[in-house]
């Protein structure tokens, strides 16, 4: 029977077929990967370019007239007080985001391979935070940060320290957000740099090891350098990820009753106030612009520092 | 021919015969015309509910779907559905959203004897008919008000010694600081009022409550052509200064009564850390929910230039898209029968606006409404004035309050709140310029 259907797959025919798919192998892929290719353009490509189209226009969702206004909508951003201040609270959150993650991520991966045999069961518990979702994760931390009932207040007078005004305190709430969002996503860049830490070759840090390198040495000159495709892709994804913050900001800062937070701006809270509080697409769409140019600058910049000189 | 046996033919019939009625069923169903009604108050839900079923009866042809969402999707689906036509039938329109759906000719104009009922000022305050009139038509029904008070906590005001709740605006900030309570370090433990420090569109609404009373005027008024608005405060400059000057200096040093580290509004009143809250007809139930034990009254607002209540409130209108017009002025005829009104009342504690319906039992035992229902002479009613812009203006107004709020330096500081109270003005009037509505 096998042989059979050797015989029959080796037939003339079939290798003419398959010599002629092989030749092109383009449209072997193209019929393959077109439909996938396909959805991406239309779910992903197509609306930036809507965007960008849009943010020429005075673009308002009931209005049946959209006129086009050229640059008008860039030239009202430079005057624009409220977007100056969401701007400098995302570079700041940002840098702030990153740097804490990453360097938190980096330690406890590193402290986690001189426990190699239980390193699984932490790196399951820091892993729990990434998979809850934003909306629950930021309610159960606006529990904690209760000026009069929250656990951290709490904690904080067991200390003798007064109570704090986290969410409500505009110098603290840039840290109080950043603390929120370094715990949700510290665990996803521990296993990271895991992956990056159990591909460096033992031998090496033996060698170094044998030839006297201190423990700080061996991380400054092995484990770091060998780790920089990975601290590269960590940051690129770190800084898209917070530049791009949103939920925990919307729903910490929400003011709901009795739960009154200062009102700090984001780039994208203020997208989200511009289109769908008061409807100005245009306006939303030209901000949105803005942020997509300022994040592609950034990773471009991190490429050019990070990536291997040959 | 093929003879099939008994059993496979009665085996067939068995099996047709509910597919024969499930397909009647659907055809049935098709065949009915559907109104879609959304909520963004879905407290308000048990009156549409009960005319749903009632309607349905009568026109049994028809199918009423109800849905409720929050307030903030329900403002921005009815934005994205409205003018593709995928949006409800019958529309509940809160006031200060009206103007983009009048001034884009998505509603539909009354029928005679609706308009003839809102137009009779003895069934309805016309008030509340002005925002919805435009060249003599009229586009909904006014539906129901929430209105504002003073609530004041009857514990809280024996211990303090106050026997009545505040009657002016000195008063009222006099008796906050009395019934304010600190601890040992000079903490506030008890608001004695607690302010709308934060949410800044609330924010501007609640400040704009003392500055009506004190100038006798919104802080955004009608312009004099339909659909602008301008802004008062440069005109009324020391009463602004004065209204900014009460809250700030209340909010710093000595005289201070609330801080932002305290439960606030209504949550903050409910669970007794605070002794004075100014909030709407709402907050009455949520009160009684949310603090059973907390003993509170309601008083009318504090008096100044003037005494009035600020209302939001809500429109039954009709899509100018809807397949079935006539039907869902029918529907909200029904609504505006004295059962669905008084359970509207009952269920949501929201007042119905028809004059002609009596609510005196209700009120009788619910007598902490008498300060948001019950019409007193000389106590003025008024609404914002709607405009397109009223989100982007009152947010980014509240923002700036906010912050002013905030700055220690303003205390007693009259031209440090004077270019704040400009700022507020510029803010306001920038935007209502690029929305095209800044009166001239």
Redesign the interface.
């Known amino acids: 029977m096998y042989s059979k259907v050797i015989a029959t797959f080796s037939s003339k025919k079939l290798r003419s077929l398959y010599q002629k798919f092989n030749h092109r192998h383009g449209i072997w892929i193209l019929s393959g990967l077109g439909s996938v290719y396909l959805l991406f353009i239309i779910i992903r490509i197509f609306p930036i370019f809507e965007t960008i189209r849009l943010s020429f226009y005075r673009y308002h969702?009931?209005?049946?007239h959209t006129p086009f206004i050229g640059l008008k909508n860039y030239e009202?951003l430079l005057r624009d007080e409220?977007f100056h201040i969401a701007l400098s609270n995302t570079i700041q959150f940002a840098f702030m985001a990153v740097l804490c993650t990453l360097i938190v991520a980096l330690t406890i991966a590193i402290l986690l391979r001189s426990i190699e045999h239980v390193s699984p069961f932490f790196e399951t518990l820091f892993y729990i935070p990434v998979i809850t979702s934003w909306v629950p994760a930021s309610v159960i931390w606006k529990w904690l940060y209760d000026?009069?009932f929250g656990l951290i207040n709490y904690f904080l007078s067991l200390f003798g320290i007064a109570?704090?005004?986290w969410l409500?305190?505009?110098d603290l709430i840039l840290y109080a957000i950043v603390m929120v969002a370094s715990w949700k996503m510290i665990g996803y860049y521990i296993i990271v740099f895991t992956v990056g830490l159990k591909n460096i070759p033992i031998s090496y840090l033996e060698a170094a090891e044998i030839d006297g390198a201190s423990a700080l040495q061996r991380l400054r000159y092995i484990i770091l350098p060998l780790l920089r495709p990975i601290i590269l892709f960590a940051t690129v994804m770190s800084t898209i990820q917070f530049f791009n913050v949103f939920a925990p900001v919307y729903v910490l800062t929400a003011?709901a009753?009795?739960?009154?937070?200062?009102?700090l701006k984001v780039v994208v809270s203020e997208i989200y106030?511009n289109g769908?509080?008061?409807?100005?697409m245009g306006y939303a769409g030209a901000e949105s612009v803005v942020l997509l140019v300022l994040v592609m600058s950034m990773v471009t910049l991190q490429f050019t520092l990070f990536r291997e000189r040959k | 021919m093929i003879k099939f046996s008994n059993t496979i033919r009665q085996l067939t019939v068995s099996a047709l015969f509910p597919m024969i009625i499930f397909m009647l069923l659907i055809s049935q169903a098709a065949a009915k015309e559907k109104i879609s009604i959304w909520l963004g108050y879905g407290e308000t839900l048990a009156p549409f509910e009960m005319v749903k079923d009632k309607f349905e009866k009568k026109y049994p042809n028809y199918e009423v779907n109800i849905l409720t969402f929050s307030l903030r999707d329900f403002e921005s689906k009815l934005a994205s559905s409205m003018p593709t036509g995928a949006g409800p039938d019958l529309l509940t329109l809160h006031d200060f959203i009206i103007p983009k759906y009048l001034d884009e000719g998505l509603l539909e104009p009354m029928p005679k004897d609706l308009t003839a009922i809102v137009n009779d000022p003895a069934k309805m305050n016309p008030t509340y008919t002005n925002i919805i009139a435009r060249e003599g038509k009229v586009y909904g029904v006014p539906y129901w008000t929430g209105r504002s008070a003073i609530f004041y906590n009857l514990d809280h005001f024996k211990e303090a010694g106050l026997t009545s709740p505040p009657d002016t605006i000195e008063e009222f900030w006099e008796y906050a600081e009395k019934l304010t309570k600190k601890d040992a370090n000079g903490d506030i433990e008890r608001a004695g009022m607690t302010m709308r420090l934060t949410g800044p569109s609330g924010g501007t609404q609640k400040f704009g409550y003392l500055y009506y009373q004190m100038a006798g005027m919104q802080m955004l008024e009608p312009g004099k052509k339909v659909g602008t608005i301008r802004v008062t405060l440069k005109e009324n400059m020391d009463i602004a200064v004065q209204a900014l000057l009460d809250r700030i200096n209340h909010l710093h040093g000595e005289r201070k009564v609330d801080d932002w580290k305290l439960k606030h509004d209504a949550q903050g009143f409910a669970s007794g850390t605070a002794a004075m809250l100014l909030r709407e007809t709402w907050a009455i139930a949520f009160i009684k929910k949310n603090g059973p034990k907390i003993k509170f009254g309601t008083a009318l607002m504090p008096k100044g230039k003037i005494r009035g209540a600020f209302n939001y409130i809500e429109v039954l209108s009709v899509s100018s898209m809807s397949k079935s017009k006539e039907k869902v002025w029918e529907f909200i005829r029904m609504l505006q029968e004295q059962k669905a009104l008084a359970l509207l009342l009952k269920e949501s504690g929201y007042s119905p606006l028809r004059l002609d319906r009596d609510f005196s039992a209700f009120l009788k035992e619910n007598p902490l409404y008498k300060a948001v229902m019950e019409d007193v002479a000389g106590y003025s009613q008024y609404i914002e004035a709607p405009n397109t812009a009223y989100k982007e203006v009152t947010t980014r107004f509240g923002e700036v309050l906010q912050d002013a709020y905030r700055d220690s330096s303003l205390v007693n500081n009259k031209e440090g709140v004077k270019s704040v109270i400009l700022k507020l003005q510029k803010t306001a009037e920038e935007i209502l310029d690029d929305s095209g509505i800044l009166s001239e």
């Open positions: 969702i009931i209005k049946k009202r409220n000026p009069t109570k704090q005004g409500q305190e505009p003011s009753q009795g739960a009154p937070a200062y009102d106030r769908f509080e008061y409807y100005k």
